[in-house]
């Protein structure tokens, strides 16, 4: 399978906890983009690498959220001292470059990983 | 927070017949795009339109921009049970266009 992964798929936590999500892009995109879906909503935008600079933060990202992407291919997500607010799925996408004034590509989604804070 | 709002926000229609959802949007865009949810693939994009075309076509989606009243629709045709689904518009605006704003979806169930 040559998508978006991303590993654990569904993660229960006590509040108060770390927790950290992994995910794998397709190989030849260079763009990463996080967001956070809870029910009934949209997807919400976290944050976004281009290679492994990390381009943009949402101001929903607070100081309990990481992300990185050491080498520029796969990304973590940690959350620290996890609360029952960030119970959500969590998501990952990827999309080719941006050259010149293309429009911005369609992004390919992972399948997400379910974060239940108790 | 949410750029775009869909509606109606859910909709029941019968195999063979049409579905047509709304997305409208607050600030000029670069381009607009309609992804789909179901549980069993998560999101999947189906469709872009660039904020200088009017319409465009993809097998039984055709989507409408008109970026004087901020609003998009995406019309299903002759749907199936199998596009059974959330669907969501997603906006990427002129500057920072390299993230999507997302509405809050329309959920779609098509009755056999």
């Known amino acids: 399978d040559t998508g978006v992964s991303q590993d654990p798929r569904h993660k229960i936590t006590k509040r108060g906890q770390n927790v950290t999500f992994r995910c794998d892009p397709i190989?030849?995109?260079?763009?990463l983009y996080w967001y956070r879906q809870t029910l009934g909503q949209g997807p919400e935008f976290l944050t976004y690498?281009?290679?492994?600079?990390?381009?943009?933060k949402s101001r929903l990202l607070s100081d309990r959220f990481s992300a990185e992407r050491p080498k520029g291919s796969f990304s973590t997500l940690e959350i620290q001292r996890t609360e029952q607010g960030d119970s959500a799925m969590y998501l990952c996408?990827?999309?080719?470059?941006?050259?010149?004034?293309?429009?911005?590509?369609?992004?390919?989604f992972g399948p997400g990983t379910r974060l239940t804070v108790l | 927070s949410q750029q775009g709002e869909e509606d109606p926000q859910a909709l029941s229609i019968q195999e063979g017949e049409n579905a047509t959802m709304n997305c409208s949007y607050k600030?000029?865009?670069?381009?607009l795009q309609w992804y789909r949810q179901n549980s069993g693939r998560g999101l999947v994009h189906l469709i872009l339109?660039?904020?200088?075309?009017r319409e465009k076509h993809s097998g039984r989606l055709r989507v409408t921009l008109d970026t004087s009243k901020k609003s998009s629709s995406l019309l299903i045709t002759a749907s199936r049970a199998a596009d059974t689904a959330s669907y969501f518009c997603?906006?990427?605006?002129?500057?920072?266009?390299?993230?999507?704003?997302f509405g809050k979806g329309t959920m779609l169930l098509v009755s056999p």
């Open positions: 690498f281009q290679n492994e600079a990390q381009l943009e």
């Open positions: 997603a906006t990427a605006q002129n500057s920072g266009y390299s993230t999507l704003t």
């Open positions: 190989s030849e995109h260079n763009r």
């Open positions: 600030t000029s865009i670069n381009n």
């Open positions: 996408a990827s999309s080719l470059p941006i050259i010149g004034t293309t429009p911005h590509n369609e992004q390919f």
């Open positions: 339109i660039r904020s200088n075309e």
